[in-house]
């Protein structure tokens, strides 16, 4: 990349898919909270999201429009406690702490205060205590802490994307041609992905990517194929002309 231009990808996954449904990009230098307002607001939707997008005038926004949010509250956070929550003996017991919470939100020369709910959580599987903080008021405490934890499935779509795309190097060194790679990098994802839900047959999705990189020039029926490797999958002239997509 090249010097000064070096940028940062921001991505929105719907909980029950396994690709971005809206990918943004920025330079590093700026700030990650700027992505918050390309997002929209409606009350059926909940946005879940690392810390290092708190921003304040955001869950005002959120708040304003019915918008659901949850997130980590930052170290240095500055807010004052307003009421402590009965924890009820159904609600998990790594929940410790069910707090509201009061924070200032300063927008241009106008102050304004924002009630949340500050939810602090022990992860016994990772043994480490975390501290959410949401506007969701109606659900349970332990629900507060299952719903962040969906986060870590775009975590999971970084980690394929690393492990079976070339995106270490690039084939261009301008804004404009590693935008393209990213952009078929994530194309591909998803016809694969397409794919892998389509078959019956089990295949892991590495698999898949590697025999679509061997065989790319190659004339296969691959639906045919993945679904039955054992048969003769090589495809004569005569069965098509041409190739449809499935």
Known sequence: MEKGKVRSMHSVINADETVPNLVWFSP????DHNFMEKLKCDDNSIYVFDKGYNDYKAFKNFTDHSTG?????????????????EIEDHIHSGVLQDDIIEIVVKEK???????????????????????FLTNLFDLWADLIAALYKIRWQIETLFKQ??????LKYFLGDNENAIKIQIYCVLIVNLLITVIKKKLKRSWA????VSFCKIH????????RFLENPEKDWIITKTESEQLSYF
């Open 28 to 31: 590093a230098a700026t700030h």
């Open 69 to 85: 949010f949850v997130t980590r509250i930052k170290n240095n956070a500055d807010y004052q406690e307003i009421e402590a929550l």
């Open 109 to 131: 020369d106008n102050e304004t205060t924002l009630k949340l709910r500050k939810v602090r959580f022990y992860d016994r599987e990772n043994k480490r205590e975390f501290e």
């Open 161 to 166: 994307l690393k492990q079976n795309f070339p």
């Open 205 to 208: 999705f590495s698999n898949l």
């Open 216 to 223: 790319l020039f190659n004339y296969i029926n691959l639906i």
